[in-house]
């Protein structure tokens, strides 16, 4: 796997992928007090949400249940002094579709958190990581 990134101006950056995909990321405010993008340790924390909703969708998926829509709300600390790491990361689910077993919901996110997520993985050496999700039923009117 490869990145690249290339300095803008300021603290703004543009970053590409292997793939070709490229986004903006800064932490310095410009001339209306936004930042250019999200900073890099938003970044990693989007990246590990992105990691497990993948899973959970694509376990799910390969489970036959009829999953419909998946979010996941992440909320984190990070440490006072430098490397001002992840030290706690709380996850939250919401699964929807339709008719949703919520033994298989919980399956699929466990097994995401505590086997394939690369980010988590990486995350949990610093960080504690929690989770816990609720599943909408669309079949219920």
């Not at 097994?111 to 394939?116: A, D, N, R, T």
Request: with cysteine; proline share 4%; glycine share 8%.
């Amino acid at each position: 796997m490869k990145a690249r990134i290339k300095w803008v101006e300021e603290r703004t950056f543009v970053g590409e992928s292997g793939s070709g995909h490229k986004l903006v990321l800064g932490t310095a405010s410009g001339p209306e007090g936004k930042t250019p993008g999200p900073s890099p340790m938003e970044l990693v924390l989007i990246g590990t949400g992105g990691c497990s909703a993948y899973d959970v969708v694509h376990i799910l998926e390969k489970g036959r249940e009829a999953i419909e829509d998946c979010t996941v709300e992440l909320d984190a600390d990070r440490a006072e002094t430098d490397p001002k790491v992840f030290t706690r990361i709380h996850m939250h689910f919401t699964v929807t579709g339709r008719a949703l077993s919520h033994d298989k919901v919980q399956r699929a996110i466990n097994l995401s958190i505590e086997k394939y997520c690369s980010a988590s993985a990486m995350m949990a050496k610093t960080a504690v990581i929690t989770h816990d999700f609720e599943v909408v039923d669309t079949a219920v009117k």
